[in-house]
Each structure stands twice: as C-alpha cells, then as structure tokens.
C-alpha cells in the first residue's frame, strides 16, 4: 500500500515480533486496540456495577450500560421464539457480548489515528463463523438429526430433492460469509471514503489561493457529513450484526 492511500489505514503492523519456526505470532496493531476495546468494556461495566461503584441512580454511564444491556434484552426477546425466559438466559451473554463488542470496536475507529478492527475481513469472518457453527451445534442440540430437515422442505418432488438439498446447504453457510463480509465492507467502504474526502479537503485548504479556500466549504461539510453517516452506520453495523444472529439461532431452534 502506497503511503497516504486511504487503504493505509487499514495496515496491520506488528507491534512484538514473535516467531515459532515458520509460525507467525506478532502482536499487531490490531491485536492492540482489540485488547483496549475489551479493556474498555470489562472496565466500563465493572465501574457501574454496584461492587464496582455503581450508584442507586445512575450517572450518564451507568444508564449507558443499562441501555445497552435492556437493548439486547428485549432483541433477545422478541426475536428468539418457542422458548421459555430461563433458556433464553443462556444464549444473552454471548449476544450482548458480541454486540458490546462490536459497537465499541466500531465507535473506537472512528478516533482519529486509531485502528478499526472490523475493517478486515479475517476477523469479520472469524467472528462471524465461530459463531455460526455454535448457532448449529445448538440446533443439533435441540433437534437431533431433525435439524437436517431444513435442507429440504416438504413437498419437495424426489427428483429435485438433491439440488435442493445442495442449494439449501450452500445458502446456509453462505450466512456465515455474508455476515462477515457485511460488516467489513460497510466499515472499510466508510472510512475509505472519509479518508478520500479528508485528504482532498485538506490538499485544499493548503493551497494559497483565497478560490480554492472557499471552495474547500463544500468538501468539508460533505466530510462532517459523512462522519455523522459513519458513526452512524458504526451503530448500525453492530446492530445489523447481533439482530441476525439472533435471528439464525431463532431458526436453528424453531424448525419451519
């Protein structure tokens, strides 16, 4: 990557080179800011609890936490069906987990030299494929080898059953890959595009030219614009995220 490419944000450095025989361990940049996303939260969370200081009325971060927390709490509600309150207990941490997560990993690459987690692909797909396959260890858990009924739907003529069966199994794992490939598109394609427009504002206002001054407003406020999009789309994405999740385990339990 060519310097000042808007793709140079998205470098992964290593930060301690570490090698095993051919084997790479470096702690990078990346590895980094996902240790303070998680810091951040584990610390967030134990400073509004009550062991940890939480207050009897909550300051503006604890009504944070207890936003966040009864935002999952009702996703998992009404979107996870056919079970009673006590199991869908079981299945919460993980969510408000991920979605904790993500939104901070988001909101976290929107500071300016910091690094956006979520913009590479690797991780997005990781995340999205460990927990796809819980999603379907839990529907085997629940269903036994009834879980293979949704390869085929009923009624289905015998003799178009093997391409179905083959379609089916191809769309259900391409859920994994379009969970993944969603958050990191939406995330990279953001940035880049404020970094193009950042660069082009800047480049801009340098120039000793009272013309091209004025008329580096318009690019500017299309940055500040995009920015609000962003930050929105950050929320967005980390929502967008979990919703499916919870959608996909709701379809693993509750065969149609």
């Known amino acids: 990557i060519t310097p000042n490419s808007p793709l140079e944000q998205f470098s992964i450095l290593p930060l301690i080179p570490m090698k095993i025989g051919n084997l790479y361990f470096s702690f990078t940049n990346s590895s980094l800011f996902m240790l303070l996303t998680l810091s951040l939260v584990l610390l967030l ?3 509004v609890t009550k062991k940890g200081g939480g207050n009897l009325v909550p300051n503006a971060w604890q009504s944070l936490v207890e936003l966040i927390y009864d935002f999952v709490l009702n996703l998992v509600n009404e979107q996870i069906g056919g079970l009673s309150g006590n199991v869908k207990q079981k299945f919460f941490p993980c969510i408000l987990v991920t979605f904790t ?3 901070f990993c988001n909101l976290q ?3 300016p030299y910091s690094f956006t987690v979520t913009s590479h692909f690797l991780i997005t797909l990781g995340l999205s494929f460990s927990i796809f396959i819980g999603i379907t260890i ?3 858990q629940r269903n036994g080898l009834h879980f293979l009924s949704f390869l085929l739907p009923a009624g289905v003529p015998l003799p178009l059953a093997p391409f179905l069966v083959l379609l089916e199994l191809i769309s259900y794992c391409f859920r994994a890959l ?3 490939i969603r958050l990191f598109a939406n995330m990279m394609a953001g940035h880049s595009l404020v970094k193009i427009l950042s660069g082009f504002a800047w480049t801009m206002l340098c120039m000793n030219d009272i013309l091209f001054f004025i008329g580096d407003l318009g690019p500017l406020f299309i940055v500040l614009a995009l920015t609000g999009l962003e930050l929105g789309v950050a929320i967005l994405q980390a929502y967008v995220f979990t919703i499916l999740i ?3 385990l709701n379809d693993a339990i509750n065969l149609h």
């Open 246 to 248: 919870c959608i996909y």
């Open 178 to 180: 379009s969970l993944g």
């Open 109 to 111: 690459g929107m500071i």
């Open 45 to 47: 969370i134990h400073f």
């Open 101 to 103: 997560f993500l939104l």
């Open 138 to 140: 839990v529907g085997f």
